[in-house]
């Protein structure tokens, strides 16, 4: 089995072997198996203790772009229905009658059903015995310690799923969407399509260009107006330090915030950063992502949230396994015409 580092720390490097009692970097430990299993409890007379056990440094922002629903249990798939509907003759001329007619123009439907994938995610943690029950003279839980590690793991199978899908099972997510509209950001006065070289007006063009040719795609329909926007970390950034004018109070953000099509049509606009957005466009180059974050538009089922499932002692290994699990379904796009990517920001 190999282990994948799921963020960075600076709280050092384990050593796998030493003799009992002999110092590692210069410390003296208990013992070489407490240091591999992730109980390295030191004793000491002449040492201040730390309580702050620093973790690794990482991030996740799937709860916050997209819908999750809760409920379903252990599924193998999930399945949507929509409907399209027709008319005789076409809604205009069609509908259109006058005395003496024999017939009129009769409404169908026509009811589709479509099938998203669901996965299992599992995980389990092992707390070794005798690891136990040094963790007692400390007060300090490694059983909690490891739990941390299973929803740290959790929380990031759960991000990738969410914006690009997991490739070995011809899965996508919210930026790779293959039925999803895709365009080059036009060059602003500078030559180049970068908001770093764009003026506010001219980045307040993509957006509003993205918004109103997503909300024309969906027939103006005042519910499909787009109200969420993932850019990456440095264009966000930039926007929001970034000034109109040199003389004005107000940043780019709130630019874009006041005068976007959104706004002025009575909705309402989220821009967010997200680092799956970097280099996510055609060409590696850095894409922006407009869509409708509503669950009639897309979502995604945490059909089984992340639950433990069972623990047992495991007599040949002399410790404690539990067993945690999870069903979870791929982002669910219902309106792909509700999702436009805009490259080269």
Known sequence: ??????????????TMKSAPGTPANGIPVMDADGIASG??????ELEKR???????LTSFTYPRDIVIQSG??????VSAMSVAYGLTGGAGNGPVTAGGANGIPIVQANVDKGVYKAHVFAAALRVMFQDMQRANYIGRSLDNLLQDGVRMAYDKHMDANTYVGLTEYGTTGLV???????????????????????????????????LTAVWAANEYDETAIPNHI?????QYNYILTTMVTDLATETIYDFLMK?????????????????????????????????????????????VP???????????????????????????????????YVDGI
């Open 39 to 44: 109980g390295a409890f030191l004793v000491s």
């Open 1 to 14: 089995m190999s282990f994948t580092n799921m963020g960075t720390t600076n709280a050092g490097t384990f």
């Open 72 to 77: 379903g249990g252990w599924v193998d798939y």
């Open 230 to 234: 993932l850019i990456p970390y440095e």
């Open 306 to 340: 992340m639950s433990r499932i069972m623990s047992a002692p495991n007599v040949a290994n002399v410790c404690y396994d539990t067993a945690y699990m999870a069903n979870i379904s791929e982002v669910q796009p219902f309106y792909p015409t509700s999702i436009m």
């Open 259 to 303: 005068n976007n099509v959104a706004a002025k049509n009575g909705g309402s606009l989220f821009i967010g950063a997200t680092r799956w957005c970097k280099g996510a466009g055609t060409g590696s180059k850095d894409r922006m992502v407009v869509y409708v974050n509503h669950e009639r538009f897309v979502k995604m089922d945490e059909l």
């Open 176 to 210: 790779n969407d293959p039925n999803a509209t895709e365009t080059a950001a036009a060059n602003g006065a500078a030559g180049t399509s970068t908001w770093a070289t764009k003026t506010p007006q001219e980045i307040l063009k993509d957006v509003n260009d993205a």
């Open 50 to 56: 730390d309580p702050l056990i620093r973790k690794p």
